[in-house]
């Protein structure tokens, strides 16, 4: 995939920088030791024509909890980041965007701490979503960090390690992605995003703890609770999840994504008839903000 042309633009440290000509240090503490921490931000073309990103200060304060969690050096406020954000997606011409800021650290060989850092914000495009397509999911056979190893609520890159080799087995083994359970075991999340299962017209989610917890896993909070849909957050084991109605994954590059199986145990409810394809509209109503009136709200207004 193609991230940039010659015309992209960065937001670099307060700079616009064409993405062909902006540089990074090779001797960089971030590239050798995964020690930088990033976002993964979605911005959308509403249904009225507008460019919104979606819940900005969420996923600006997170990065800034990021980086104190790792001790590294935060220069931003997150009003200024959004600015700088929808100022480069203008300069871009975009709408439809992926919003990746990373702040990573200068030329340090050591595990000293640093006195700088540095943001950068990159945007590319991302197509509108068309998910009807629904995945087959591998239990990995890699656990995610010990939460006593990591600063696990922290989106730090050196996580993404693990990621990285839970996707790329659950890929080699002809799966569509992997599902990670903790180190006792318990299903925790996908290398990228959050999972709910679904049984008896109820949620069950991980609790948080040995996960990210997601923004758009509270998102999915708010619209259950918002929809009067029941959710249980705790520890859940593999042999619970294949007696499931239904499961989905959730997070802002994956929006809300049913799954077609666990371990080639398919999940007896078509997509179409779960809460999680509920949810899943109404989270994409959400982010281009459609509203859709009730026909009450009909009645009214032509009454
Ligand atoms: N878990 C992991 C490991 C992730 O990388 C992500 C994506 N950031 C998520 C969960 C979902 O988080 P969010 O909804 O904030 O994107």
Partial sequence: MAYYNENTVLWLDGNIVKASEAKTDLYGQSLHYGYAVFEGIRSYRTAAGATRIFKEVEHYDRLRRSAEALNMPYRYTTSELIEATYDILEKNKLQDAYIRPVVYGPANMSFSPNTESYTVIQVWEMAPFLGEKLLRVMTSSFQ???PKGFKIEAKASGHYVNSILASQEAKAKGFDEALLTDMNGFIAEGPGANMFFEKDGKLFTPAPGNILPGITRATVLEIAAELGIPVEEGQYTIQQLKTADAAFFCG??????????????????????TTGRRIQQAYMDRVTEQ??????????ATA
């Fill in 291 to 300: 509203q859709h009136q009730t026909a009450k709200q009909t009645q009214l």
């Fill in 252 to 273: 802002t590059a994956a929006e809300v994504i049913g799954w077609d199986s666990i371990d080639n145990t398919k999940f007896p409810t078509p997509w179409k008839d």
């Fill in 144 to 146: 995610r960090p010990n």
